[in-house]
């Protein structure tokens, strides 16, 4: 189990959203790296609880050093879950369990953060 460190909240989430990348905007035809960059975490996280917003960082951050077949795996988490589709676009559920669940669609290396609207 991942151990917060004992400071301000909003100091800890500020430092967390450090330890993800910067989007790079590269072409896509180019090839991209497949991560969450800090854009679009801080775009998700009015999505979370305030408690959650740590281990959600966390999920994201762990999610980014894994490798591409890892990345297609989609990893059961009451909490959130990531996982990257056939066309390389990052499918995250935010508290898939949950009648409040928040769907969103990430386009790898960049800023975009796409909702997922159910009519």
Known sequence: MFAYPKQNR????????????EPTN??????????IT??????????????????ALNEMIEWNSNGDNEKRENN???LIEISLDALDVIIVSIYPLESFAVFLRLHPDSTDVIREVTL
Do not use: C, H
């Open 76 to 78: 059961r988490n009451p």
């Open 10 to 21: 909003s100091q800890l989430i500020n430092r967390m959203l450090t330890w993800l990348p």
């Open 26 to 35: 590269k072409n896509r035809s180019y090839g991209v790296d497949k991560v």
């Open 38 to 55: 800090r854009q679009q975490a801080e775009k998700m996280l009015p999505f979370f609880i305030t408690n959650d917003l740590p281990a």
